[in-house]
């Protein structure tokens, strides 16, 4: 015979008993104590997943890369996200991730997104002539004058000027026993310019 109730907590007891031809009786008896469940009481575990700080140029589109949640008991728990962000202002600011199991328990993490200003343009350019004669051989030691300024070309025919602010210039590129070539560019970033000088001799 059974009194255990497994829906209360307590002390219990099974009694067996057993009886031979002569009448004889025995009896044993089990105790059962039914126990209450282990209360749950971890929080799920939250991964945020991507970079944590993250970052954004101001008037950009913000694409949160989310998080995910697990727990000891129930597994995978979904996450909900609570943002901040605004990619119109220069700031910080924080997407907060929460997840909760069956039990109750309830765990955030968050993430920091810096929103920064756009960097700026480089205001200065590099125009590189590169001199050659008519047959694409290189000339050293030809003057060009871009602006007001005037470089040689070295060795491999190649004249380099660095921090040119954007506009429009007029360069002149002269070399003794070749004609004068002048022209114009516009100056909006690097260039490189290639330039055919021609022989005074040639007809």
Excluded: C, W
């Excluded at 991507?50 to 950009?60: D, E, I």
């Excluded at 004249?159 to 954007?166: E, L, Q, Y």
């Amino acid at each position: 015979m059974s009194t255990v109730d497994t829906s209360v907590a307590g002390s219990y007891t099974v009694t067996y008993s057993a009886t031979d031809a002569a009448g004889n009786k025995a009896t044993a008896v089990r105790t059962v104590k039914v126990v209450a469940a282990a209360t749950d009481t971890t929080a799920p575990v939250i991964t945020i997943t991507g970079a944590n700080p993250a970052s954004v140029t101001v008037g950009g589109t913000y694409v949160d890369a989310g998080a995910t949640a697990k727990d000891a008991v129930d597994g995978v728990v979904a996450v909900t996200a609570v943002s901040t962000v605004d990619t119109s202002v220069v700031g910080s600011y924080t997407v907060t991730y929460s997840a909760t199991d069956a039990a109750g328990n309830k765990a955030t993490a968050v993430r920091t997104v810096n929103v920064v200003a756009a960097p700026s343009p480089n205001e200065n350019a590099t125009i590189t002539f590169v001199v050659t004669d008519k047959t694409g051989k290189l000339i050293h030691d030809a003057e060009v004058e871009l602006g007001e300024k005037t470089i040689k070309t070295n060795d491999t025919g190649i004249a380099i000027f660095t921090g040119v602010v954007p506009g429009s210039y007029e360069y002149k590129i002269e070399k003794d026993h070749y004609e004068e070539i002048e022209g114009k560019i516009s100056v909006t970033g690097d260039q490189i310019i290639t330039v055919k000088l021609v022989s005074e001799n040639e007809e």
